[in-house]
């Protein structure tokens, strides 16, 4: 940390070879090796397989909003870009139609998005929309916009509030490899319903994130106690 701290080294900068950082510290490549790992398994650092070690990037997210990640790079001056992995229409476990309140021959869109923040894939988002909510949605719509404002022009669905879980979870094999990090690594798990004002729930979305490129942020309000 302090080398980062002492260099000013931003985000995806990269540290020197670990033979530098030896004469450097004069120290031994075993105890750099360790300190790397650690500070990689904090998200302080991240490795790319030819690429060396570099600077973790931090996409900071508010639980207490429902801004889209397409409003926020876009704030920020982020560079995102969003991959549909998939696109169709399938079935749901019972668990799910009972949240949605449907039947059980009930169709869902799912929308399977990668979301890539300044070349590193940072976010798995798989979404479940009712057919009978957006009835003409397919790939075109929603490709290169944001699913919250196309759901909006098209279907007049609002994202007016929401309820959102999340937990420390490992990477299965499909989400690990699209995400870039080893089978088994420490994921956030973010599981999400939107409702428009009138209470319709229009989206179920489950978002996988690495744990090394995002920040979880969370506001308290003290309220006055009589």
């Known amino acids: 940390m302090s080398y980062i ?21 004069g120290i031994s490549r075993s105890t750099i090796r360790s300190a790397i790992a650690s500070l990689t398994k904090h998200g302080i650092l991240y ?22 990640i397409n409003e926020y790079a876009k704030k ?10 998939d696109f169709g229409l399938t079935t749901v476990t019972p668990p799910m139609l009972s949240v949605f309140n449907l039947q059980s021959d009930a169709l869902f869109y799912r929308v399977e998005r990668l979301r890539i923040l300044n070349q590193i894939p940072t976010l798995l988002e798989i979404s479940y929309l009712p057919q009978e909510l957006v009835p003409t949605l397919n790939e075109e719509k929603i490709r290169g916009r944001s699913l919250f404002s196309c759901l ?16 420390i979870t490992m990477a299965m094999p499909h989400e ?20 428009t004002e009138r ?28």
């Open 199 to 226: 209470d319709v729930l229009f989206e179920y979305c489950q978002t996988i994130a690495r744990t090394d490129c995002l920040n979880l942020s969370s506001v308290l309000y003290i309220m006055d106690k009589q």
């Open 5 to 25: 701290h002492a260099h000013n080294l931003q985000a995806h900068d990269q540290l020197p070879p670990e033979r530098e950082l030896e004469e450097l510290w």
């Open 176 to 195: 690990a490899k699209i995400l870039g990090v080893a089978q088994g690594s420490p994921v956030f798990r973010m599981i999400s319903e939107t409702y």
């Open 47 to 68: 490795s790319l397989q030819g690429s060396g070690t570099k600077v973790a990037p931090q996409l900071t997210r508010s639980l207490q909003d429902l801004e889209s």
């Open 76 to 85: 920020l001056n982020l560079n995102l870009k969003t991959e549909i992995i």
């Open 152 to 167: 909006k022009m098209n279907y007049g669905l609002t994202a007016d509030h929401g309820e959102e879980k999340i937990s």
